[in-house]
């Protein structure tokens, strides 16, 4: 039975459910983890996209402040900006309903981005970036 693999061997529940929905095998079907399953994969997305985010937050907040560190790291910290915008893009291509989560976490995820970098250099208290802002491929900071 494949609710048996799920725990032993997860490869083969994956490839024996694959079969049975195949087959519209509703009886073999093991609901209650593919259920799960589905659920994470949704959850995993949203994880990624919250990290691409803070990383861009942290490096434009980087390119824009840490004034000790700027003229050698000026051109890594553009790379990645440029790297977690397309990360970003790519996502929200491939699931574009993600775009209202990214809204509905931006003011969280941009607080947690600043809160961190604060530790290392100086981040005035009126600084304030959109989201529309740093999705913009020409702004770095």
């Known amino acids: 039975m494949i609710t048996n693999l799920y725990n032993r061997d997860f490869n083969e529940w994956a490839k024996q459910t694959a079969i049975a ?8 079907m093991d609901w209650e983890n593919l259920l799960e399953e589905i659920e994470d994969m949704s959850k995993s997305e949203k994880r990624s996209l919250e990290s691409y985010l803070e990383r861009l937050i942290e490096h434009i907040l980087k390119l824009q402040y840490w004034d000790e560190q700027k003229e050698q790291n000026t051109k890594h910290w553009q790379a990645e900006v440029v ?5 970003i893009k ?11 989560h990214m809204t509905e976490v931006y ?9 961190s970098r604060k ?4 981040i005035p208290e009126n600084n304030n970036m959109n989201l529309e802002e740093i999705l913009k ?4 900071g």
């Open 107 to 115: 003011t969280e995820i941009y607080q947690d981005a600043v809160a």
């Open 21 to 28: 929905i195949k087959n519209r095998d509703i009886e073999a």
């Open 90 to 100: 790519r996502l929200l291509k491939r699931s574009p309903s993600l775009k209202n």
């Open 137 to 140: 491929e020409d702004f770095f």
């Open 119 to 122: 530790r290392e250099f100086d």
């Open 83 to 87: 790297n977690f915008r397309n990360r």
